[in-house]
């Protein structure tokens, strides 16, 4: 099955600052890959997707951007604020909508 | 668009009580619900895939018998923790895809947190 691989585990990053959170997977037929955003007591919640017919995708101060030759994927959070602190978790289905999750990235946004 | 609501979400009870949890679309169709075991500071991990019509699909190692999924209708499933103890407390989680389409994203509700005295 397929397997994700997701780094690094902790991201500290100073306010305004970006952060970059990486992720592999093993199944070259992975179609559909989203991220979550996670805060604590709460389930997670979509950010952003990417399907593998893209390299890239943006909205406002998020990014995913997709090298399917390599099999990974990154988020991009740029102009960091407080708020975004949180956990995040990528995703790779190969499209019956079942997902496979990465361990999950705290990050940390100092004020 | 696209909420999930999933209620309770907190449950204290005692060894042997069997527990409900409901998962509904608010505002969209969902053919197909998961749901999720999260154990603190770890990933998501699926225990069902449950299909509107149909018996849900358990992932390996998944007691069926223990965890029941019930999906009578496009907009909401439910698991019962049956004869719940200690061990199964966690923090479940539900999701459902909007139709039956391919590479849909997942809408996932805010939790249950069971806790087994």
């Known amino acids: 099955g397929e397997n994700v691989e997701q780094h690094p585990s902790t991201l500290s990053v100073q306010e305004g600052d970006s952060a970059v959170i990486k992720c592999t997977y093993s199944?070259?037929?992975?179609?559909?890959f989203p991220w979550y955003k996670q805060e604590l007591g709460k389930g997670p919640q979509l950010i952003i997707d990417?399907?593998?017919?893209?390299g890239e995708k943006k909205d406002q101060r998020i990014a995913v951007t997709l090298n399917k030759t390599a099999k990974h994927f990154s988020l991009h959070i740029t102009e960091t604020q407080p708020e975004d602190s949180a956990v995040y978790f990528c995703?790779?289905?190969?499209?019956?909508?079942?997902?496979?999750f990465g361990k999950g990235n705290q990050v940390v946004v100092i004020p | 668009g696209a909420v999930v609501s999933q209620h309770p979400s907190r449950v204290i009870c005692k060894s042997g009580t069997s527990v409900k949890i409901e998962c509904r679309s608010l505002?969209?169709?969902?053919?197909?619900m998961f749901w999720y075991r999260q154990f603190p500071k770890q990933s998501l991990m699926l225990m069902a895939t449950?299909?509107?019509?149909?018996?849900?699909?358990?992932e390996q190692g998944v007691e069926k018998d223990k965890f029941l999924i019930n999906h009578a209708s496009l907009t909401l499933s439910t698991l019962t923790v049956t004869s719940a103890h200690p061990e199964d407390s966690s923090f479940y989680i539900c999701?459902?895809?909007?139709?039956?389409?391919?590479?849909?994203?997942?809408?996932f509700g805010d939790g249950t947190r069971l806790s087994i005295l």
């Open positions: 999701s459902a895809v909007d139709s039956g389409f391919s590479n849909q994203p997942q809408h």
């Open positions: 199944d070259s037929a992975s179609n559909y």
């Open positions: 990417i399907r593998s017919n893209v």
């Open positions: 995703a790779a289905s190969r499209g019956n909508n079942r997902l496979a």
């Open positions: 505002d969209f169709q969902a053919t197909t």
């Open positions: 449950s299909n509107e019509g149909s018996k849900a699909t358990y």
